[in-house]
């Protein structure tokens, strides 16, 4: 599967931003997505996950209740509402892709298929 993330963007502090990931050459709805994102000198780190059926969804701590994921299996695209967005959100954010078990989501080793990512800068 091939995987196109955009979105990204300059926005204030507090701002929102809404990043899609467009996935193409497999059967989207078998599987689990994420995003992780990472910032300037430092590793890439798990963000949010959502399982295939999008039953099971799963985020990093320092964003539960600002970030939102969600997916539309009928147009292949994953997405990621991040709202009161801070400067310490600044990253290339990444959208991922795996088959098989949602578990471990938090883990990059664990995802075969990345988009090229896309840039967000939150300003303050």
């Known amino acids: 599967v091939q995987l196109q993330a955009s979105g990204g963007g300059l926005v204030q502090a507090g701002g929102s931003l809404t990043l899609s990931c467009a996935a193409s050459?497999?059967?989207?709805?078998?599987?689990?997505m994420a995003w992780f994102r990472q910032a300037p000198g430092k590793e890439r780190d798990f963000v949010a996950a959502?399982?295939?059926?999008?039953?099971?969804?799963g985020y990093k701590d320092s964003v539960k209740g600002r970030f939102t994921i969600s997916r539309d299996n009928a147009k292949n695209t994953v997405y990621l509402q991040m709202d009161s967005l801070k400067p310490e959100d600044t990253a290339v954010y990444y959208c991922?892709?795996?088959?098989?078990?949602?578990?471990?989501?938090?883990?990059?080793?664990?995802?075969?298929?990345w988009g090229q990512g896309t840039l967000v800068t939150v300003s303050s």
């Open positions: 991922a892709a795996r088959e098989g078990s949602y578990s471990r989501t938090w883990s990059l080793k664990n995802y075969p298929y």
């Open positions: 050459g497999g059967t989207f709805s078998n599987y689990n």
């Open positions: 959502i399982s295939w059926s999008g039953r099971n969804i």
